[in-house]
């Protein structure tokens, strides 16, 4: 049983630079999930799918980022001219249809802005 | 906005010492679920209550969801190195059921051998 991957696992990137990361989820699950992790804090969510409609957008996510879930399968996250606020750990996670209370997070991708 | 307050923030313990985490909001959720995570890694789910008054056991870990649905805590018994991490609470709020999560700010547990 493999669980939720994500890439690449680390990003070092230039201000302004855009940026796509990956996430491939549970197969059976239907829901997948974007969450931002900063230092000292707990994930904060950014957006979520339902299949390949994304079906709700935290205020958190301006207008430079994008995520796509084209055949509801796996999910991009993109981050046009990176800020160094950007900095921060990109959580993927997915859940199953009948318990999509159970969210199961993947290891995360670390990006740091120069 | 529904808020999540985990108390302590931090927490060093001896091997073999009991602790208990506690997780608390104004707001009532549908479900609440209990997350351990390490450096560099991605939340781990240990275990979800969705009953008002629910207990797990999860080993060493017991998880109980309060009776109105706006608390919950975790204890662990005879803590081992193995237990050190940052342990986060999340709950699913009812008017957005199944979508996004609420998280907690997490306790930072070190258990020293």
């Known amino acids: 049983d493999t669980g939720v991957s994500q890439n690449p696992r680390h990003k070092i990137t230039k201000r302004g630079q855009n940026v796509t990361f990956r996430c491939d989820p549970i197969?059976?699950?239907?829901?997948l999930y974007w969450y931002r992790q900063t230092l000292g804090q707990g994930p904060e969510f950014l957006t979520y799918?339902?299949?390949?409609?994304?079906?709700?957008k935290s205020r958190l996510l301006s207008d430079r980022f994008s995520a796509e879930r084209p055949k509801g399968s796996f999910s991009t996250l993109e981050i046009q001219r990176t800020e160094q606020g950007d900095s921060a750990m990109y959580l993927c996670?997915?859940?199953?249809?009948?318990?999509?209370?159970?969210?199961?997070f993947g290891p995360g991708t670390r990006l740091t802005v120069t | 906005t529904q808020l999540l307050e985990q108390s302590p923030q931090f927490l060093s313990i001896q091997e073999g010492e009991n602790l208990t985490v506690y997780c608390n909001s104004s707001?009532?959720?549908?479900?609440l679920q209990w997350y351990r995570q390490e450096p560099g890694e991605g939340p781990v789910l240990l275990v979800t209550?969705?009953?008002?008054?629910e207990v797990k056991k999860l080993k060493r870990l017991t998880f109980q969801f309060g009776d109105a649905r706006k608390d919950s805590s975790l204890h662990i018994t005879a803590a081992q190195p193995g237990d050190t991490g940052l342990y986060l609470c999340?709950?699913?709020?009812?008017?957005?059921?199944?979508?996004?999560?609420?998280f907690g700010e997490g306790t930072q547990l070190t258990v020293n051998p």
């Open positions: 996670a997915s859940s199953p249809r009948d318990r999509s209370y159970e969210q199961y």
């Open positions: 197969s059976e699950h239907n829901r």
């Open positions: 799918f339902q299949n390949e409609a994304q079906l709700e």
């Open positions: 707001s009532v959720f549908s479900s």
């Open positions: 209550v969705v009953t008002g008054g």
């Open positions: 999340a709950g699913d709020p009812p008017e957005t059921s199944g979508s996004r999560l609420t």
